[in-house]
Nanobody
Framework: QLVESGGGLVQAGGSLRVSCVAS????????MGWFRQAPGNEREFVAG????????YYSDSVKGRFTISRDNTRNTVYLQMNSLKPEDTAVYYC??????????????????WGQGTRVTVSS
C-alpha cells in the first residue's frame, strides 16, 4: 500500500514536498516513481529512483526543479518541488515497481499505485 501526502496550494515560484509511505518489509526492493495527471491530460512521468542505489530519472519538464529521494529506513519516497509553475498543477501519484530496471517512464511497469495527492500552483 502506498499513501501520498503533502499536497496543497502554493504560489508560482514556491516549493512543496510530497511524500509517499509504503507498507511492507520489502520497500528496498522496489524502484519508485512519481507520476502526475492534470485535468483532461494523461498521466505523465515525473521522476523515478532506483532500488539498487540512488539512481534518479526526471522528465524534461521538471529536471532541475524537482528532486526525488528515498529513505529506506522510513519506507518513504519524497518529491521536492521547487520553482513551481502553474503547469505543475496536477494530482501526483507515487508508484512502486519490484526489482525494476528499465524505462521508469512507462506506467505499466509499476506494480502498485497510491491514491494521489493534489498539488495546485496559483499564478
Amino acid at each position: 500500500q502506498l499513501v501520498e501526502s503533502g499536497g496543497g496550494l502554493v504560489q508560482a515560484g514556491g516549493s512543496l514536498r510530497v511524500s509517499c509511505v509504503a507498507s511492507g518489509p520489502t520497500f528496498i526492493s522496489y524502484a519508485m516513481g512519481w507520476f502526475r495527471q492534470a485535468p483532461g491530460n494523461e498521466r505523465e512521468f515525473v521522476a523515478g529512483i532506483g532500488w539498487r542505489g540512488p539512481i534518479t530519472y526526471y522528465s524534461d519538464s521538471v529536471k532541475g526543479r524537482f528532486t526525488i529521494s528515498r529513505d529506506n529506513t522510513r519506507n518513504t519516497v519524497y518529491l521536492q518541488m521547487n520553482s513551481l509553475k502553474p503547469e505543475d498543477t496536477a494530482v501526483y501519484y507515487c508508484a512502486a515497481a519490484y526489482l525494476f530496471m528499465g524505462n521508469y517512464a512507462i506506467a505499466q511497469k509499476y506494480d502498485y499505485w497510491g491514491q494521489g495527492t493534489r498539488v495546485t500552483v496559483s499564478s
